[in-house]
């Protein structure tokens, strides 16, 4: 697993060993950054869940202005310092639940979301994005979720505009109405 391109471009990331954390495939991570390009330089963005950090130091390599990492597995968070570490970049990186985060009120103008598959989270998670309202606007949630799950259409200050389709995988992309 490596950086794609940026200031870090082709620094190599640190992956677990065992199955406890599910890297983003490099095709879907690809797509996902190619869909993304234009939204990226100066933003600020959230990796909830972040797993091995590797979408949110993609958009710190890419001209993102901050990335706060979040994850509740001190394994991963150890991952994602040594990832930063790796790449020469710097990131806030908190171990904690993603729910008692989104409590603090934080404003992002990019938030990557991929939970772990079978926890029952993304709609919990989503709902509350939209209640505490963390995201700027014209802001972009992105989804990363097993094709054959169904993400809500909409929510009060954001609806879900595509979802793109990769093997086994959905990235759905919500965006936040202005105004709202």
């Known amino acids: 697993m490596r950086v794609i391109t940026g200031s870090a471009r082709g620094r190599k990331l640190l992956t677990p060993q065992d199955s406890s954390i599910r890297p983003t495939a490099d095709s879907v991570k690809e797509a996902v950054f190619n869909i993304l390009q234009f939204e990226i330089p ?3 963005v959230l990796d909830l869940f972040a797993g091995t950090g590797q979408m949110g ?8 202005a901050d990335c706060t990492f979040v994850d509740r597995d001190p394994k991963a968070v150890r991952i994602v310092k040594e990832n930063l570490k790796r790449t020469g970049l710097s990131g806030r990186v908190l171990c ?7 409590e603090s009120g934080q404003k992002f103008d ?4 991929d939970p772990p598959y079978d926890d029952g989270l993304y709609e919990p998670v989503l709902k509350a994005i939209d209640a505490i309202d963390i995201l700027l606007p014209g802001g972009i949630i992105v989804c990363e979720s097993r094709r054959n799950y169904t993400l809500p259409a909409a929510f009060r200050r954001y609806m879900l505009r595509k979802t793109y389709h990769y093997g086994r995988i959905n990235i759905s992309l919500y965006r936040k109405e202005p105004g709202k």
């Not at 990019?110 to 979301?113: K, M, N, R």
């Open 57 to 64: 130091i993609e958009c710190l390599s890419r001209g993102a």
């Open 42 to 44: 100066g933003k600020h």
């Open 96 to 102: 904690a639940d993603a729910r008692m985060f989104l």
């Open 110 to 113: 990019l938030i990557y979301l």
